[in-house]
C-alpha cells in the first residue's frame, strides 16, 4: 500500500502528537499533516494546519467525520490521551475512552484506511506472577487502582473491535515502554528527575525504557508502512532500578510500601485522582514487555535501555548549566 497523502494527528499537543507532525510535515513530496487538538502548539505555528476539535463533544465524531473527507485523511495517528491522570477522573475518561468511540466512528463513516494508535506496556499491568516477558499476546490487565490505565484499556478494546470489523483498514496499535530522552517530560521522568528517587523497600525491579527518537521511528514507520497489528515498542535489554540509580548517581530513598502509601496517599490522590499504589506498584512488580516483534517490523531500536536511561540523565546534567 502506498503511503497516505494525508495524515491526520489527533492530540497534537503531546510529546509524540507535536514531534511526528514536525516530520512527517518536513518530508515533504505531498505528505499534508493535519493537526488536531484544543491548541495548537507554539512551534508548529504557520507549520502544520491546525483544526480545533474537542473529542469530548458528542458532536465530535460528524465533525471529524466531515473533516476527514473534507481534506482527504487516509491515515489518521491517535495520540489524544492525557499525559499524566487527573483528579478528574470523569474527565479523563471522556477523553481517552469515549473521545476514541467518536473518532472511530469518524474514520469508519470518512472511510480512513489506516489507524495507529499510541498505547502503553503499563496495560499489561505489574503482578508477581507475569512473567519475565509479556508478549503482544498476552491479556491487559491493567491496574485496579490506576484510572488511566483502565481507561486506556477500554480503549484498545474498543480499536480492536473495530479493526475486526474493518478487515480493509490497517490498523496499528504501537504499545511503548516508558519513554526516556533529551526532551521528553512526563510523570515518570519527573519521579526520577531529581537527586534522591523514592523506591519501594525490598523491591529492586527490572526496568525498561525506550528512547524518544526510536519511539517516534517506530511511529513514522507506521504511518508511512503497512504494519498492521499490535506491537511493544521497547529498548533491548532491562535492569534492576538500583542499578539506574547508580549509574545516575542518584540516590535511592527506600520505604515501606504500607507506609509509602499511607504518607503518599492525600497528595497522590489530590494530584492523580489515583492511590500511591497506582504508580509505585510498577516499581514494585515485573510488567517487561518482548519487543521482538516490534524490532522484526520496525528494526532494531538505535539505544538500549541502559542508553535510553543515560541519554536522559545526560540531558538533565546539561540543563544545570544553561
Given at each position: 500500500?502506498?503511503?497516505?497523502?494525508?495524515?491526520?494527528?489527533?492530540?497534537?499537543?503531546?510529546?509524540?502528537?507535536?514531534?511526528?507532525?514536525?516530520?512527517?510535515?518536513?518530508?515533504g513530496h505531498g505528505l499534508r499533516v493535519l493537526g488536531i487538538d484544543l491548541r495548537r502548539p507554539w512551534r508548529l505555528e504557520r507549520r502544520v494546519p491546525f483544526e480545533r476539535v474537542d473529542l469530548t463533544d458528542p458532536s465530535a465524531n460528524a465533525r471529524l467525520a466531515e473533516l476527514f473527507a473534507r481534506e482527504r485523511?487516509?491515515?489518521?495517528?491517535?495520540?489524544?490521551?492525557?499525559?499524566?491522570?487527573?483528579?478528574?477522573?470523569?474527565?479523563?475518561h471522556e477523553l481517552e475512552?469515549?473521545?476514541?468511540?467518536?473518532?472511530?466512528?469518524?474514520?469508519?463513516?470518512?472511510?480512513?484506511?489506516?489507524?495507529v494508535v499510541a498505547s502503553s506496556t503499563m496495560l499489561y499491568g505489574p503482578?508477581?506472577?507475569?512473567?519475565?516477558?509479556?508478549?503482544?499476546?498476552?491479556?491487559?490487565?491493567?491496574?485496579?487502582?490506576?484510572?488511566?490505565?483502565?481507561?486506556?484499556?477500554?480503549?484498545?478494546?474498543?480499536?480492536?473491535?473495530?479493526?475486526?470489523?474493518?478487515?480493509?483498514?490497517?490498523?496499528?496499535?504501537?504499545?511503548?515502554?516508558?519513554?526516556?530522552?533529551?526532551?521528553?517530560?512526563d510523570r515518570v521522568v519527573r519521579h526520577f528527575a531529581g537527586s534522591l528517587v523514592t523506591t519501594v523497600l525490598g523491591y529492586d525491579p527490572l526496568l525498561q525504557f525506550v528512547h524518544e527518537d526510536d519511539c517516534l521511528d517506530a511511529f513514522e514507520q507506521a504511518v508511512l508502512e503497512r504494519r498492521r497489528g499490535v506491537y511493544n515498542v521497547v529498548a533491548p535489554g532491562a535492569l534492576p532500578l538500583s542499578m539506574l540509580l547508580r549509574l545516575a548517581g542518584k540516590t535511592a530513598l527506600p520505604a515501606p510500601a504500607p507506609l509509602l502509601?499511607?504518607?503518599?496517599?492525600?497528595?497522590?490522590?489530590?494530584?492523580?485522582?489515583?492511590?500511591?499504589?497506582?504508580?509505585?506498584?510498577?516499581?514494585?512488580?515485573?510488567?517487561?514487555?518482548?519487543?521482538?516483534?516490534?524490532?522484526?517490523?520496525?528494526?532494531?531500536p538505535v539505544y538500549s535501555t541502559r542508553e535510553a536511561w543515560i541519554s536522559f540523565v545526560a540531558s538533565r546534567r546539561m540543563r544545570q548549566y544553561r
Open positions: 500500500m502506498h503511503a497516505p497523502g494525508c495524515v491526520a494527528i489527533t492530540g497534537l499537543r503531546s510529546f509524540v502528537g507535536q514531534r511526528l507532525a514536525e516530520r512527517l510535515s518536513a518530508r485523511v487516509e491515515a489518521v495517528v491517535h495520540t489524544a490521551f492525557r499525559r499524566d491522570p487527573t483528579p478528574d477522573l470523569e474527565a479523563d475512552t469515549i473521545g476514541t468511540l467518536h473518532l472511530l466512528h469518524a474514520c469508519a463513516a470518512a472511510k480512513v484506511s489506516r489507524l503482578r508477581p506472577d507475569n512473567p519475565q516477558y509479556l508478549s503482544e499476546s498476552h491479556p491487559l490487565r491493567g491496574h485496579p487502582d490506576a484510572h488511566c490505565i483502565r481507561n486506556r484499556v477500554e480503549m484498545e478494546e474498543l480499536v480492536a473491535e473495530w479493526g475486526r470489523k474493518r478487515p480493509d483498514a490497517d490498523v496499528t496499535v504501537l504499545r511503548c515502554a516508558w519513554v526516556m530522552g533529551p526532551s521528553h517530560w502509601y499511607r504518607i503518599r496517599d492525600l497528595a497522590s490522590r489530590t494530584q492523580t485522582g489515583d492511590p500511591p499504589a497506582a504508580f509505585y506498584d510498577y516499581l514494585r512488580w515485573l510488567w517487561l514487555a518482548e519487543g521482538e516483534r516490534a524490532w522484526n517490523a520496525f528494526g532494531e
